[in-house]
T-cell receptor
């Protein structure tokens, strides 16, 4: 089955700097890669996703890249703000209407 | 927006008893819901996929007779932890798949189960 790894497990950045979180997956049949943000004590929320027919997607300060050949995908947050502090999970699945397998998470702290 | 609720938010039970957790999609219909366990400061571990009107699909290592899933309607899935033991204590969280152009999983707030 699918196995998703995520690095780093913790990340601290100064406000205004960029943050990058990287994930790898094992199943070449995976074509859907969502990213979720979970603030302390709250439920995970989808922040962006990418499908295998594109290599990059951007939404304001957030961007995701996908290298299907290498089975790598990454989340980039620019101009970080304290409210970006949360745990971020990457995930991988065959389609957006199938199950997804989550990575172990990255705890991001943005220092004011 | 898409709202998913879970009930109860927390439950404490004695070892050997059964506990039922409900997951409801409040403003959309969901033929597919998912159940996860989340350990402290850990990731979401998928337990099973709940399909309306059919049997749930369990992930490897998850005992289907211990974690009974019923998805009897398009807005409700239930997870029953049978003969609960202390090792079943965990945070259980569900999600409902909203299929409306873009397929998105919306998560419930979770249920904290403590088995004494």
């Amino acid at each position: 089955g699918e196995n998703v790894e995520q690095h780093p497990s913790t990340l601290s950045v100064q406000e205004g700097d960029s943050a990058v979180i990287k994930c790898t997956y094992s199943d070449s049949a995976s074509n859907y890669f969502p990213w979720y943000k979970q603030e302390l004590g709250k439920r995970p929320q989808l922040i962006i996703d990418i499908r295998s027919n594109v290599g990059e997607k951007k939404d304001q300060r957030i961007a995701v890249t996908l290298n299907k050949t290498a089975k790598h995908f990454s989340l980039h947050i620019t101009e970080t703000q304290p409210e970006d502090s949360a745990v971020y999970f990457c995930a991988a699945g065959k389609t957006s209407y199938d199950k997804v397998i989550f990575g172990p998470g990255t705890s991001l702290s943005v220092i004011p | 927006g898409a709202v998913v609720s879970q009930h109860p938010s927390r439950v404490i039970c004695k070892s050997g008893t059964s506990v039922k957790i409900e997951c409801r999609s409040l403003d959309f219909q969901a033929t597919t819901m998912f159940w996860y366990r989340q350990f402290p400061k850990k990731s979401l571990m998928l337990m099973a996929t709940s399909n309306e009107g059919s049997k749930a699909t369990y992930e490897q290592g998850v005992e289907k007779d211990k974690f009974l899933i019923n998805h009897a309607s398009l807005t409700l899935s239930t997870l029953t932890v049978t003969s609960a033991h202390p090792e079943d204590s965990s945070f259980y969280i569900c999600s409902a798949l909203r299929q409306s152009g873009t397929d998105t999983q919306y998560f419930g707030p979770g249920t904290r189960l403590t088995v004494l």
